[in-house]
C-alpha cells in the first residue's frame, strides 16, 4: 500500500553550513542502496528532509532493507500517498490506513497535521480533531492521548497527501564519503569487520587489505575474507580489497628472530604494508579489529610496540569492547556466520607457544635490526605482486 518513505536523519541535520554535503551525500547513498531493489525510485530531498518516492511496484522488504543498510538513516517511515479529493474522501483512506498500518486495535494515537499547502480549506488543528473524530468512530476501542500517544499519525498536505504512521529504525551514523577514507586490516576474524562497519557508520570511506600466506593459508581462507568485505560493502559501498603475500616476510622472521617475539614483529611488518597502500589509496588513517586485553598481541604494552612503527593514526573502534559485545554486533551486522568458519590465519600458523605479553621496544628493535636488508626485497615483492580486488555488495 505505500509509494514513497520519509526518510529520517538525526546528526547529519547539525552540521550548519555543510548541511547540503551530508544531505546530497545522503541521498546518492540511498539511490545507491536502492539500485538492486526490484522498482525504480526517485530519491529528493524536500525542506530539510529526504524522499523516496516509487516509481513503480516495488517490493515493500527489499527496499525497508536495503535502506536500513544506509549510515546517515535514523528512522524510515513507509508513506502513502493521497490525491487531494475531498475531506470525506480523504478520512475514508485513513480509516483503511489506520486498519492496516496501527499495530492494535484498542492503542492510544493521535493525529499530527501539516499544511504545507496553504490554500487547503481547512487549519492543521481542524484536520487533525475532524480525522480522530472519525478514526474513533469507525474504531471505538481507540483512544485519543496527545501526550504519549502509542501511534502518532501524520498527515501531510501537500500536492498530494502524504499519510504514515510508522518509523522502522534506521542504523545511524552519518553518510559513507562525508569523511574520508581509511585502510581497513581485515582478517577473517570476528572483530575486523565490525571494527570496518564502526568506523564506516562514522562516515568514512573503508579500504581493506589482507595478509594471507599461502600455502599455509588456503583459498578458502582468502575467499572467507572477500566474503566478509561483500558484507560489510552492503553499508560501506564497494571497497578495494587488496590481498597481500606475506608469506615471504613471514618465514623469514621466523628464521631470523626470537620465536617468542614472531607475534609482534609480524603485526609491526603488516602496520608497515598497510600503511603503504593506505598511502597509494590516498587513506586518512588504519583501521584493525583490537581490543584490549583480549590476545597477546593486543596487552597495551604489545599495542604500544605495535603502535610504534605507524606514521598514520591507527582507529581501533574495538578498544573497550568485551568480546560477547563484538560478536553480538557481528550478528546484528551479519558477520558472524562467516567469521566462525574455521579456515586458518596466517598469524595463528606462525605463532609461537609462549608469545610476549609484554614486549619491551628496545628488545623488538634489536631483532628486528638482523633482519632489516633482505626484508626490504620481500617487502617490495609483497607490494609488487598484490592482487586488488574490487568487492561489491
Ligand atoms: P580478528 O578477529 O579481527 O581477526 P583477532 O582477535 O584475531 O582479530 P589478531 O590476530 O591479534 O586479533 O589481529 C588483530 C588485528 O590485526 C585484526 O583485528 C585485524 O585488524 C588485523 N589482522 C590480523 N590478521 C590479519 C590478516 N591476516 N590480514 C589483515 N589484517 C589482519
Ligand atoms: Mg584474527
Redesign the pocket.
Same mark, same amino acid.
Do not use: K, N, W
Given at each position: 500500500m505505500y509509494q514513497a518513505f520519509l526518510i529520517k536523519y538525526g546528526e547529519i541535520g547539525v552540521k550548519g553550513k555543510n548541511r547540503h554535503i551530508f544531505e546530497d551525500t545522503l541521498v546518492s547513498q540511498t539511490a545507491n542502496a536502492l539500485k538492486d531493489v526490484d522498482g525504480s525510485f526517485v530519491v529528493r530531498k524536500e525542506n530539510g528532509r529526504i524522499y523516496v518516492q516509487a516509481q513503480t511496484e516495488f517490493d515493500f522488504d527489499e527496499a525497508v532493507e536495503a535502506l536500513t543498510c544506509v549510515f546517515g538513516i535514523v528512522g524510515i517511515c513507509p508513506v502513502v500517498l493521497v490525491e487531494d479529493e475531498g475531506f470525506d474522501k480523504l478520512a475514508q483512506t485513513v480509516i483503511s490506513f489506520a486498519r492496516e498500518a496501527f499495530p492494535a486495535p484498542d492503542v492510544t494515537f493521535k493525529v499530527v497535521t501539516r499544511r504545507a499547502r496553504k490554500n487547503y480549506p481547512l487549519e492543521s488543528m481542524e484536520v487533525s480533531s475532524a480525522l480522530g473524530e472519525r478514526l474513533l468512530e469507525a474504531f471505538p476501542k481507540l483512544k485519543v492521548d496527545v501526550h504519549h500517544p502509542q501511534v502518532t499519525l501524520h498527515v501531510e498536505i501537500r500536492n498530494k497527501i502524504n499519510l504514515y504512521a510508522q518509523t522502522i529504525p534506521g542504523p545511524g551514523g552519518m553518510p559513507v564519503g562525508t569523511a574520508g577514507r581509511a585502510m $581497513? $586490516? $581485515?582478517?577473517?576474524?570476528?572483530?575486523?569487520?565490525v571494527?570496518g562497519y564502526m568506523i564506516a557508520k562514522r562516515g568514512v570511506k573503508i579500504d581493506a587489505?589482507?595478509?594471507?600466506a599461502p600455502p599455509y593459508t588456503s583459498d578458502r581462507a582468502k575467499q572467507k !575474507?572477500i566474503d566478509l568485505a561483500k558484507t560489510i560493502a552492503k553499508y560501506a559501498g564497494p571497497i578495494r580489497l587488496h590481498v597481500v603475500n606475506?608469506t615471504e616476510m613471514q618465514l623469514y622472521i621466523y628464521e631470523k628472530c626470537p620465536h617468542d617475539q614472531l607475534?609482534i614483529i609480524m603485526?609491526r611488518y603488516?602496520m608497515l604494508l598497510?600503511e603503504h597502500f593506505a598511502a597509494e589509496d590516498e587513506d586518512l588513517g588504519l583501521?584493525?579489529?583490537?581490543?584490549i586485553g583480549? !590476545?597477546a598481541?593486543?596487552t597495551m604494552q604489545s599495542m604500544a610496540v605495535t603502535n610504534q612503527i605507524c606514521n598514520m593514526p591507527v582507529y581501533r573502534p574495538l578498544v573497550g569492547f568485551d568480546k560477547q559485545d563484538i560478536v553480538d554486533l557481528a550478528q546484528k551486522i551479519g558477520t558472524y556466520e562467516t567469521?566462525i568458519l574455521p579456515y586458518e590465519?596466517?598469524?595463528?600458523i606462525f605463532v609461537a607457544k609462549h608469545p610476549v605479553t609484554k614486549p619491551n621496544l628496545k628488545s623488538i628493535l634489536k631483532s628486528e635490526s638482523h633482519i632489516t636488508e633482505r626484508m626490504k626485497v620481500l617487502f617490495q615483492e609483497a607490494v609488487d605482486t598484490a592482487e586488488t580486488i574490487r568487492v561489491e555488495a
Open positions: $581497513l $586490516l $581485515l582478517s577473517g576474524g570476528i572483530d575486523s569487520p571494527a587489505i589482507y595478509f594471507h !575474507v606475506f607475534t603485526r603488516m598497510a583501521i584493525t579489529g583490537e581490543s583480549q !590476545v598481541s593486543q567469521s590465519d596466517c598469524c595463528t
